[in-house]
């Protein structure tokens, strides 16, 4: 059967530690040995949305696995300009390749797109909805930095209602032991009820408040998230919330000495770069899992032997 990546929720606990294993594997690889993973496999990428880090690390992930790379990162110089269903796009570039990464504004598309697939088909991000591969970089960002997920206390900061990535990210830590959240957000940008109800009978423990400093005296981990501008459907709404909260070094004055600050980037101003050169700040080297992950995610979901 064919395997694709569309949400967090189709993976158990299981799956999870198999991926950390498998990035670990990844890392520990000679760059030779790499290069024949996917060796004469084509990757076809297409970004229906904005993207920078998600879009060239799974190139990178590609090329260093001696893959090849087709797409389009501007929908509009497409077929779809002309009106083309993204079931015919999904029919015709699973001609050309043997897998589909996409990311696409709406809710839902890269479910669909697998449902007509005959390619696996890898969600990079379907509105305000799921983010699966961000989550399993953060997951290994995490397991890299603390050599465990069990027990971290965790406090996701920001847009928490638009978010994908805490929404993905929130998911996959609830099956891990005695993970502890704080929710940090402005009262308009709380975590839907929905993602909250998603996690089935599964006992999270979570505070809510709207003060950073309170959360950031309590974490092992602060997950920021920039205002997601272009999900509000009033910008007046967003200009009142857009400078809510500011990470600097001030901010970081009570925190634990391990406290490490992670981000899926892009920030906009919730993070001073001031912050950048401190201990805490580990959000570019976790950029950087992030290829490393896309090269496991990859060959797991093309079949081959890692
Ligand atoms: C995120 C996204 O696209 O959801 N970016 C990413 O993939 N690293 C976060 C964001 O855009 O704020």
Redesign the pocket.
């Known amino acids: 059967m064919k395997r694709d990546l569309i949400s967090i929720e189709d993976l158990s606990e299981k799956h999870l530690r198999d991926y950390l294993e498998l990035g670990r594997r990844v890392d520990d690889m000679s760059p030779e040995a790499c290069r024949q993973i996917l060796a004469g496999k084509i990757l076809g990428v297409l970004f229906y ?1 904005p ?4 879009r060239l690390s799974f190139e990178a992930a590609m090329l260093r696995m001696g893959g090849q790379v087709i797409g389009f990162s501007e929908a509009l110089n497409t077929s779809v300009a002309k009106g083309e269903s993204l079931a015919d796009t999904i029919h015709t570039v699973e001609q050309y390749c043997d897998a589909i990464v996409i ?1 696409h504004p709406r809710e839902g598309a890269a479910r669909l797109a697998a449902e007509v697939s005959r390619v696996p088909v890898i969600n ?2 379907d509105g305000a909805n799921q ?1 699966p591969t ?1 989550t399993l970089l953060d997951l290994y960002t995490l397991q890299n930095l603390f050599a465990r997920i069990d027990g971290l206390r965790v406090s996701l900061v920001g847009d928490l209602k638009y ?3 805490v929404h993905s990210l929130f998911h996959a830590l609830s099956k891990f032991k005695d993970v502890r959240f704080t929710f940090v957000s402005p009262e308009t940008l709380k975590m839907p009820e929905y993602v909250i109800e998603a996690i089935e009978g599964a006992k999270v423990d979570v505070k809510e408040t709207t003060s950073l400093e309170e959360a950031i005296a309590d974490s092992d981990v602060v997950y920021m ?2 205002i ?1 501008r272009e999900r509000f459907p009033d910008p007046i709404e967003y200009e009142k919330v857009k400078d809510t909260y500011r990470l600097d070094c001030a901010a970081l004055r009570n925190a634990p000495e391990h406290l490490k600050v992670l981000h ?3 920030r906009v101003n919730e993070i001073a770069t001031e912050v950048d050169a401190t201990r805490h700040a580990a959000y570019f080297p976790q ?1 950087g899992y ?1 290829m490393i992950m896309r090269q496991g995610i990859l060959a797991h979901l093309l079949g081959a032997k890692i």
Do not use: D, I, M, W
């Open positions: 949305e993207s920078t880090r998600t990311r990079a991000g983010h961000q978010s994908r990535t998230t920039r997601q899926p980037l892009p950029a992030g």
